[in-house]
């Protein structure tokens, strides 16, 4: 994250929203690059990557690098959650996911926790309508969850 915000309480929730590090105004470009410099030490990623991979079914490119969704060129926004959403969906090749297991990889919430939610729904939802005729490649699948068709 790169910010103005100097509080505690802004940073905290920077990190617990799956931020790395946290940097804040002023800076200078030799701090900022030392810091990317040592979170890909850290990662072990490489510095730069020769060729981006997406994953497109019909008319519907995913870019995990960017977190971007297209559709037929044109970005789609989708939150955060809907991204992680459709890309769990995706990269299970078709496979039915359950709501629970959904909860599990992109809320993180388990199945020991008591809450009651449609939260997978409506996310789904959110999806299906911003995706416009690609959403119907998101099917319900009654009592066992949601896949989708990637042909």
Do not use: M, N
Not at 28 to 46: F, K, M, Q, S, Y
């Amino acid at each position: 994250v790169l910010t103005g915000k100097h509080g505690d309480v802004s940073q905290v929730l920077g990190f617990r929203l799956g931020a790395d590090d946290y940097v804040f105004k002023p800076f200078t470009a030799e701090v900022l690059i030392a810091r990317v410099e040592a979170l890909l030490r850290r990662t072990g990623a490489p510095s730069a990557s020769p060729e981006r991979s997406f994953t497109s079914f019909g008319r519907v490119t995913i870019d995990p690098e960017r977190r971007e969704t297209c559709v037929d060129g044109k970005t789609v926004p989708l939150t955060i959650k809907e991204f992680d959403l459709l890309k769990a969906l995706v990269d299970a090749q078709g496979k039915i996911l359950s709501r629970e297991g959904l909860l599990k990889s992109v809320w993180g919430i388990g199945p020991d926790c008591e809450i009651r939610t449609r939260t997978v729904d409506q996310h789904i939802a959110g999806i299906r309508q911003k995706l416009g005729a690609e959403g119907g490649r998101i099917l319900t699948v009654p009592r066992f969850g949601y896949r989708i068709e990637l042909s």
